[in-house]
């Protein structure tokens, strides 16, 4: 689902952010994407889904501590 128009940044995008590059604050994502930079109609559903993501990423490094190193 598309979060951001202004930029075209889709839910998928700060996912797979998350996970490659450890972007973890509204700072680093909106300074990668441009997110909220614009309207900032989107600045409160990108924030849910960065949350989220980041959330998953710390569990499934709990779950499995190899992936953190890998």
Do not use: F, W
Not at 7 to 29: A, F, N, P, W, Y
Not at 50 to 69: D, F, H, I, K, Q
């Amino acid at each position: 689902m598309y979060v951001c128009l202004c930029h075209s940044v889709t839910d998928t995008d700060i996912r797979r952010l998350v996970r490659t590059e450890g972007v973890c604050t509204m700072r680093e994502l909106s300074r990668e994407l441009g997110v909220a930079t614009q309207c900032g109609k989107c600045g409160r559903c990108a924030k849910e889904v960065l949350r989220e993501a980041v959330n998953e990423v710390r569990s499934e490094e709990a779950l499995c501590p190899g992936l953190a190193a890998a």
